[in-house]
């Protein structure tokens, strides 16, 4: 045997060890992939991991940690040395897995339906009633097809003498099936000899199943196809890598709440070209979270009158609503009378020792026998941490007990299982393994023909410490792949397809939708205004600094700008223009939570980003973070006048490559066209207003004030190539208003819209007012020879720019009604603009 392997392995004989027998010897299934594993060079062995480390980050897997600081986007971490099951073995677990979901979705049926467990005693009412997973509303609901439990997990264990506990039951909405998914693409090819020589079983059959499953399920009406959806909490949930992950993986449409509406006793999906019905919802959201109206009403994640659907039928859930009441660890121990009365069987797999200290023999059992068990919440709904007995002394072991008595139905006990160990890779010893505790988490999922099939292996979960007791994801745990081994020949259907063919090309996203347009488009507003709000900001900065912190009529006129377009607070009426202005700018650049400022532009931007992120580019994102994490490390350091101003300089050249990101790394779709609509509504907004309001101050009369304007709209350089001479009126207004050449005047944005607008009309069949361009019109019509030999210095108020004030702003009023149009016809679907946008 290799003593370079297991150098510093353990070997105890409290726990099960996965690879070794007690004698020491290496077990039959694992000869195999020790040997191989022993003969791996260590410079091969370092490309393997560094191989799995590499492909982990390019894709993105991660799993975030709530209340982590370094949680966020936190990478999952994988051990690359597989769990590995003997086919006999496994034929044994799969069955007692199926049996088990079989089991549990009896009992949902029955609880909501006819409660016979209740009448004839074998659960406790007060089991039932008395937790908030139960959902009084579900009650007599009839689920498409009879099934409740349409996938399962169940998380197991071993015991020292080898046999498989189930530790856990996961009814509500089950994770990890995704990540076992993505361990195995990774570890299949850190180690490919030994995957296929082996023989190792595939995951796609289980996948294939689910859809199919999914499918037959789906309440259809005459003439319609099944549409699935998997429904999300969103980009903020610690697994929503997996989410976006399978929904990928399955060909379903990721949806968050706000993506979904209920017309009557229907459930449609707000894409870009209209409403299309929603037959199953493959849910990832808790229960109480799914309908405001009836569950939870402070809930912004859920759809409304989703449970009426579910009432008339219209809609399968997966799982259904309330199923989430069965993740109850008090009911292991009615389990193996409830098989016996539900399915006429003996349950094939017990679960670990628990008692529910609802019922007084078992609480008597528990003050006794305290410090040889695990006190653990009742309730999936309560929020504790485990209590091992032995570990309380003095005060702290009595005031548990004191509580146990105060409300005994809220807690369970279970008896302290030795978890297994299994070998994991060591990094920080040269060719060593590892010994650490590890859990199965296994999988069962409705298939086609409404029976459980079991994926062959599942997520291998590995506790950080060696003597721990609890496995957890959100303890900083890792995870396995898992190999379960075949006698026989290895199934080669996958899910992903070898090859394509012609009616397999897409081109562009047809369905997207409705959130990921609209977070589209106002990651196109945000992105402009930033950079606006960025480059005013800086030109009163330089101004500032250049007079040494004087109010000049120049100083003066930008600040008053900016407090009229919304980048700076009004100040209070006794207060003078411009007092406390070196205060109120860094505020402007740094405070997040002052309206109007830079830095809450940042994180708006940010926000809609985060919920487009599949869309955005590697090199993307991380501009968008660097530039987020830059202005958080710059407010922290109380910057200067000078220093702000070069972190403006920073922002502008992030806000460059952003626009360059989206013009040469997007995709020319339906999505990327909203996105530059965003853009040029926003800039157009900011040139018309800002124009506009210049031409009516009168501070704006002072010197420089029209050079501060052209640099503001980033059209210094164009003047002075065009006219070499300082600025005056008439050629700074047809360069900022009416030269179509501009990118950065008003008419390029308004030709610019008119030709995706009229696109959008051709293939959208959109029909807008004609507001806009009736502004664009009459802005067009203006005499430009009014403002000939104007001196703009010396006016107070004139009627030109008077009226060319009052043209612009039109066009701003029109551009907003034109963004609440696009709002009420692609993103809400309400209103009388929606009423033709039923999807075909």
Known sequence: MARTLLAIYPHSARRYDEMLMADGDVRPHWRGFFNHLDAVSPEDMHQRLDFADRRILENGVTYNVYADPNGADRPWVLDPVPLIIPPDEWAEISAAVAQRAALLNAILADLYGPQTLLAKGLLPPALVYGQHGYLWPCQGIQPP????????????????????????????????????????????????????????????????????????????????????????????????????????????????????????????????????????????????????????????????????????????????????????????????????????????????????????????FVKENFDDLVIKPAYPTQRMEPVFGH?????????????????PHAYVAQEMVNLAQAPTWSRAHERRLIARPVGLRAYAAVNGDGEYSVMPGGLTRVAQGAGARIISMQRGGASKDTWVLTNGPVSEFTLLKPSFGVRDLVRAGANLTSRVVENLFWLGRYSERFDDSARLLRVALARLVDVGGEKTQAVASVLELAERLGVLPTPEEDNEVGEGSEHSLLEAIYDPDQPGSLAGNIRSLMWSASHVRERLSLDHWQSLNRLLREQQTAQKKH??????????????????????????????????????????????????????????????????????????????????????????????????????????????????????????????????????????????????????????????????????????????????????????????????????????
């Open 391 to 407: 570990e309380l002394e003095g005060e702290a072991r009595e005031e548990m007990l004191r509580r146990i008595e105060a409300r």
């Open 639 to 840: 910057p200067t006048l000078t220093e702000a101003i070069a972190f403006l300089d920073r922002v502008l050249l992030v806000s460059s490559s952003l626009n360059g990101f989206a013009m040469d790394n997007m995709t020319r779709d339906d999505g990327w066209r909203f996105l530059i609509i965003g853009r040029r509504l926003e800039r157009l907004s900011f040139l018309a207003r800002g124009v506009a309001d210049f031409l009516r101050m009168e501070s704006a009369r002072g010197q420089g004030c029209l050079e501060w304007l052209l640099e503001m709209a980033d059209s210094i350089i164009t003047y002075r190539s065009r006219y070499s001479r300082h600025a005056e009126l008439l050629p700074v207004i047809d360069l900022l208003v009416f030269d179509e050449s501009n990118p950065h005047g008003v008419s390029f944005q308004t030709n610019v819209l008119g030709r995706y607008l009229e696109r959008m009309a051709s293939e959208l069949g959109a029909d807008y007012d004609q507001r806009l361009s009736g502004a664009v019109e009459r802005l067009r019509a203006f005499d430009l020879g009014k403002l000939e030999h104007l001196q703009f210095n010396q006016c107070r108020s004139c009627a030109p720019c008077e009226e060319l004030a009052t043209l612009l702003l039109d066009l701003d009023a029109a551009a907003a009604h034109l963004s609440d149009g696009l709002a009420m016809r692609y993103f809400t679907h309400v209103g009388d603009v929606s009423r033709q946008t039923m999807a075909l």
């Open 145 to 364: 097809g009879g099934v409740w439990l349409h996938h399962y997990a169940v998380d197991l264990a071993r015991s020292p003498n080898g046999r498989w506990w189930v530790i856990a039951d996961r009814t509500q909405a089950p994770s990890g099936a995704g990540y076992a998914l993505e361990n195995r693409l990774v570890v299949s090819r850190v180690f490919p000899e030994m995957f296929r020589d082996l023989h190792v079983q595939h995951l796609a059959d289980f996948f294939r199943d689910q859809q199919e499953g999914l499918t037959k399920l789906a309440p259809l009406d005459p003439g319609e196809q099944p549409h699935i959806v998997l429904l999300t909490p969103g980009p903020y949930n610690e697994t929503y890598f997996e989410h976006a992950y399978l929904a990928r993986y399955l060909g379903f449409p990721l949806v968050e709440g706000q993506d979904l509406t209920v017309r009557g006793d229907t459930v449609f999906l707000k894409t870009l070209r209209g409403l299309k019905r929603v037959h199953v919802i493959l849910r990832r959201q808790d229960d109480d979270y799914c309908d405001p109206l009836e569950l939870r009403g402070d809930s912004a994640l859920g759809i409304p009158g989703l449970i009426n659907v579910a009432r008339a039928g219209r809609v399968a859930i997966a799982n259904a609503l309330g199923s989430g009441l069965l993740a109850s660890g008090a009911l292991m121990g009615f389990l193996p009378a409830i098989c016996r009365e539900l399915l006429g069987e003996k349950l094939a797999m017990p679960s670990i020792a628990t008692w529910w200290c609802g019922e007084k023999p078992a609480l008597e």
